[in-house]
Every structure is written in structure tokens, then in C-alpha cells.
């Protein structure tokens, strides 16, 4: 069964450590790739999404994701994170050989960050 | 900037009764969709809705299920005997097309959500 795999469930930084949070998917084929966030309170908003072209996506508040086909792997990346940056993080994907347009989602990885 | 928006926001209902979670999507989505998320687990898919009909349902939405769009602006999930398993977070999103490859505007929109709890 098509899935995904976030596999850091919670991570505790200090303000201006970098971050990465990891996401591989099952699918094959074609797919389409999102990264959500959660603040506290909040509704999940679109922090970046790969369709095509350039696997190195640049989102908002300086989140970057770099789409690794061979590798099966979405990963979401920030050099240097702040205390607004608490949140869930989830990763998403549509698509893949015989694949739904639905978005499946990863568990989610708790982000707290220390001023 | 156009939201998807939910109510109500917390809802306590007691085991067996029915519940109706409402949303309101962004105006020109034409694809509406509910997931939900029990406490420490994933946002798991229920069902999607487009020109008034289910267009996909995972095995989650069984029998006692249903969505409905009464009007041009609400899009409603209703539980008709609730369980405690049922207790979760619900969100309701939409999108302006089919999340299709290489189409722009596919993404998905999500509101707050709403904490359902069964007592």
C-alpha cells in the first residue's frame, strides 16, 4: 500500500540550530509532493509543494524542501529555525502509478523550539 | 485572504447521538474533502466530494457517514451514532481543482479544524 513515513516524531532545537525533518514515500511513479504546517491552535497551511522541475523547492518562512527521486524522499529543511517555528510539520503526497489525486499524509513531526 | 472555515470549533457529544460538523470552503474550490486526525496518530483521509457526489471514501467512512452540500456554501460531515473511537480532530479542506500532475492551484486548503469528543 502506497505510504508515508515521517520518520522524527518529535524534535527539540535550540533557536538558530538548523533543521531537517525527514519524508519518504511508497509511490511510484509520478508524484506530487506537499509540506504542511501546524501552529499551535491553527489550521494546516501550505508551507511548499513540488508538482515538477527544479527538486529543490524554496516555501515560505525560509523552508526549503529538496525532492530526491531515487531516494523515495521529501525532506523539509531550515538553516537556522526561531521560537515561532513550533508547530507540526506534515508531509503529503498525491499521486504514483494507480495512485489517488488525495493527498496522503505522513503521522507529523512536533517541532519545539527553545529561545 | 479566502479561508476554509469550521464549525464549531470544540464539540462534546455523547456515545450514540448524531453530530454534524459544518464547513464553509473557499468560495471557487470545487473540491471539498474531510480527514481526520485521533490524538498522536496521522491526518487520515475520509471522504472527497465534487459535483455534489462522493468522488472517493476511504474504508474509515462506513455507513455511518454521510457529507452533504444543503446549499452553495456548506459542505457538512454528519455521524449518525457516534462512537468513542470517533473522538479525533476534523478537518475539512478543499481545492480549486483535482490535485492532477503538473496543474497549478491543486492544493489542498484546510480549516481549523473541529475537536470532536465522545463521551
Known amino acids: 500500500a502506497q505510504s508515508v513515513s515521517q520518520h522524527n516524531h518529535h524534535v527539540i532545537l535550540s533557536e538558530a540550530a538548523s533543521l531537517e525533518l525527514g519524508c519518504n514515500y511508497s509511490?511510484?511513479?509520478?508524484?506530487?509532493l506537499f509540506w504542511y504546517v501546524q501552529y499551535p491552535g491553527q489550521h494546516l497551511q501550505l508551507l511548499l509543494k513540488?508538482?515538477?522541475?527544479?527538486?529543490l523547492v524554496k516555501g515560505i518562512k525560509g523552508f526549503e524542501a529538496e525532492f530526491i527521486k531515487s531516494k523515495f524522499s521529501f525532506n523539509l529543511r531550515k538553516p537556522s529555525v526561531q521560537w515561532s517555528d513550533t508547530a507540526e510539520y506534515f508531509c503529503?503526497?498525491?499521486?504514483?502509478?494507480?495512485?489517488?489525486?488525495?493527498?496522503?499524509f505522513g503521522r507529523g513531526t512536533s517541532l519545539i523550539v527553545h529561545p | 485572504e479566502p479561508e476554509v472555515t469550521q464549525t464549531p470549533s470544540h464539540q462534546v457529544t455523547q456515545m450514540g447521538q448524531e453530530v454534524i460538523l459544518r464547513c464553509v470552503p473557499i468560495?471557487?474550490?470545487?473540491?471539498f474533502y474531510w480527514y481526520r486526525q485521533i490524538l498522536g496518530q496521522k491526518v487520515e483521509f475520509l471522504v472527497s466530494f465534487y459535483n455534489n457526489e462522493i468522488s472517493e471514501k476511504s474504508e474509515i467512512f462506513d455507513d455511518q457517514f454521510s457529507v452533504e452540500r444543503p446549499d452553495g456554501s456548506n459542505f457538512t460531515l454528519k455521524i449518525r451514532s457516534t462512537k468513542l473511537e470517533d473522538s479525533a480532530m476534523y478537518f475539512c479542506?478543499?481545492?480549486?481543482?483535482?490535485?492532477?500532475?503538473?496543474?497549478?492551484?491543486?492544493?489542498?486548503?484546510f480549516g481549523q479544524g473541529t475537536r470532536l469528543t465522545v463521551v
Open positions: 479542506a478543499s481545492s480549486e481543482a483535482a490535485p492532477l500532475f503538473n496543474r497549478p492551484n491543486t492544493e489542498a486548503f
Open positions: 468560495s471557487n474550490h470545487l473540491y
Open positions: 503529503a503526497v498525491n499521486g504514483g502509478t494507480g495512485g489517488s489525486y488525495i493527498p496522503t
Open positions: 513540488y508538482f515538477s522541475g527544479d527538486p
Open positions: 509511490y511510484g511513479g509520478t508524484v506530487n
